[in-house]
């Protein structure tokens, strides 16, 4: 599985998706998610799944029951993501959707509907925690990857309160190199403005 799952990974930098150098420190990346998890969890969803990490990975060896989604807003991306979903036998439990987070978010098949949302490179803090609460489920597990350096103040109480979410933990999981990665629980309700329009977390961030 991990010859395949690294020629899949292979293939996404070779298109674009991930970015240059080997494939064997993004591997090391994505299983550190699971790492910050005490539960295998029902159902997660890897936000703006691109190339393929850390869903594929977490999906292909981390946790054998986990049904997955894979939202991307790009169909070339979900195009890739579904071939690969297939290569590596995961269709039975992995679905790839094409959409905006924004929109997905209010379909209430997907609203509230995650036991976890993981996030590498999706977007600003702001944009992730407003497209990521309304999926889950209270009691929820966010966690999203951050540059070694990150600032605790790019993830206010006060604004993930208005979230419903907790306050941001930060972790850095062992590795060469390290991870860093903030883990956030769903505490309360998420109002039914949030996410947002189409656009409008980015350009009118909510802190």
């Not at 869903?55 to 946790?63: K, M, N, P, Q, S």
């Not at 976890?116 to 992730?128: E, K």
Request: aromatic fraction near 6%.
């Amino acid at each position: 599985m991990n010859d395949l799952l690294s020629e899949v990974l292979s293939e996404s930098r070779s298109l674009g998706f991930l970015g240059p150098g080997p494939v064997s420190p993004h591997l090391a990346h994505a299983a550190a998610f699971a790492q910050v998890i005490d539960d295998e969890p029902a159902r997660a969803l890897d936000l703006g799944a691109g190339g393929g990490l850390p869903g594929l990975v977490l999906a292909a060896t981390a946790w054998p029951s986990t049904c997955w989604t894979f939202l991307d807003a790009q169909l070339r991306r979900t195009a890739f993501l579904a071939d690969a979903v297939t290569r590596l036998d995961l269709d039975d439990r992995v679905t790839v959707v094409t959409g905006r987070a924004e929109s997905v978010a209010r379909e209430p098949a997907q609203r509230g509907a995650y036991d976890l949302v993981v996030a590498r490179s999706f977007g600003a803090p702001a944009v992730t925690a407003e497209c990521a609460a309304p999926l889950l489920r209270e009691g929820g597990t966010l966690v999203v990857s951050e540059p070694p350096d990150g600032d605790p103040a790019r993830w206010p109480v006060e604004g993930l309160a208005e979230l419903g979410l907790g306050p941001a933990v930060a972790t850095t999981v062992a590795g060469d190199p390290p991870t860093s990665l903030v883990r956030l629980i769903r505490r309360g309700p998420v109002d039914d403005r949030y996410p947002r329009r189409i656009g409008v977390p980015s350009k009118r961030p909510l802190f």
